[in-house]
């Protein structure tokens, strides 16, 4: 029995897949888990994670058309063939999407190979920012047409999961909290060797990607306008402010930028900071229900966090006391959060952080997914 999990993506940092396909493999039943996603220049094309993980990324050659919705759709369809044809002969009993856009194709190959078929959302994908107007309106219809086909789904957090249950009356979805596993993370001092700090300077950490609605933008302007040069702020991440944080970092003492990192190094480099910063944008549903990885990587690593007022993430900073919760997503609301978490004992929120961490830890999650499994492997 064989496993295959289908991404949109160029598998870069795609670390919810990869400690699923990790967990997969302690499974005896599993033989082999493939993964496909999208080829890019400069990547390799195979990869063998494991002796029994392997990732295939396909080359399209549609890939360098437009982004028409026309042009789209042909991109999708030779994705959709060469993963048919690549994976026919492999003898796959459960499939897992990570996208709403591959529901059409993941319904389509378990009629074909006779699979299992998991849709694992990482978030709410018919809430977001981005999705408007006739989308909106399709992609709502697409996942309420199909989602009753799949055996199972997946979600990041608990209010998603009500949210589907009680949108589409099915069962109510498993959550699997995107978190590391259970470490105990050495304090280093990369960042004040690297940027050539202080001693007695505070590192705040933003880590991830770098994109609209995750208060990038209000974070650079509180430290632009700060004259307090005893706290900085690193950014570790990529996408689409990468090269604006490079220019400004070059202008301001107090603002640094360090690329990204493989996730299985990643907890070394955060270990490195003091705090950690989520500032989401409660601008759409899939962000005020959001759980982002970020949140958990910093408690394992023993960071206090400053957070945004969203409602789950919110509720379980409260819950632990393990930091501050915005107000609102302001600078003024930023600096606030800042001077109250300096003036509280440090090291009772990093206890109260690292024990969130190992209350909610990949080792717990996985328990529910290899129940998931086994049930469905027994039918497959």
Not at 55 to 72: D, I, M, N, V, Y
Request: hydrophobic share 45%; with cysteine.
């Amino acid at each position: 029995m064989n496993n295959l999990h289908i991404s949109l993506t160029e598998f870069l940092y795609e670390s919810r897949i990869l400690k699923q396909t990790a967990t997969t493999s302690s499974l005896s039943e599993i033989e082999y888990i493939f993964i496909a996603a999208l080829h890019k220049d400069k990547l390799q094309k195979e990869e063998k994670i494991t002796d029994r993980i392997l990732l295939k990324r396909f080359t399209l050659k549609t890939r360098g058309l437009s982004k028409s919705l026309f042009a789209q759709i042909f991109k999708y369809l030779e994705f959709a063939f060469r993963v048919f044809f690549f994976y026919k002969k492999k003898n796959i009993n459960i499939l897992n999407i990570h996208t709403l856009a591959l529901l059409p194709l993941g319904y389509l190959l378990k009629l074909i190979y006779g699979a299992k078929l998991i849709y694992d959302t990482h978030e709410l994908e018919t809430e977001t920012n981005n999705l408007k107007g006739l989308r909106k309106q399709f992609s709502k219809w697409l996942e309420y047409l199909l989602i009753k086909k799949v055996d199972h789904v997946f979600v990041a957090s608990e209010n998603i999961a009500d949210w589907y249950e009680r949108t589409y009356n099915i069962t109510r979805p498993t959550v699997l909290l995107n978190v590391p596993r259970a470490a105990h993370v050495k304090k280093t001092n990369y960042f004040k060797d690297t940027f050539h700090l202080r001693d007695d300077q505070i590192i705040i950490l933003y880590q991830g990607l770098l994109a609209d609605g995750r208060g990038v933008d209000i974070l650079l302007e509180a430290f632009k306008k700060s004259t307090n040069d005893k706290i900085v702020i690193v950014f570790l991440g990529y996408s689409k402010f990468e090269k604006e944080i490079q220019s400004t970092s070059k202008s301001f003492n107090n603002i640094f930028f360090h690329k990204a990192v493989p996730s299985s190094e990643l907890l070394n480099y955060t270990a490195s900071a003091d705090v950690g910063v989520a500032l989401i944008q409660n601008t759409c549903l899939s962000y005020n229900f959001c759980m982002p990885n970020k949140l958990f990587e910093y408690a394992m690593a023993d960071l206090p966090v400053i957070v945004s007022n969203v409602q789950e993430m919110s509720a379980f900073v409260k819950k632990y006391q393990m930091g501050i919760v915005m107000e609102d997503n302001t600078i003024t609301s930023f600096n606030k959060a800042i001077e109250r978490l300096l003036s509280m004992n440090l090291a009772v929120l990093k206890q109260n952080a690292k024990k969130a961490a190992l209350d909610n830890s990949w080792e717990h999650q996985e328990k529910k997914m290899q129940i998931i499994y086994r049930k469905l492997l027994v039918s497959a």
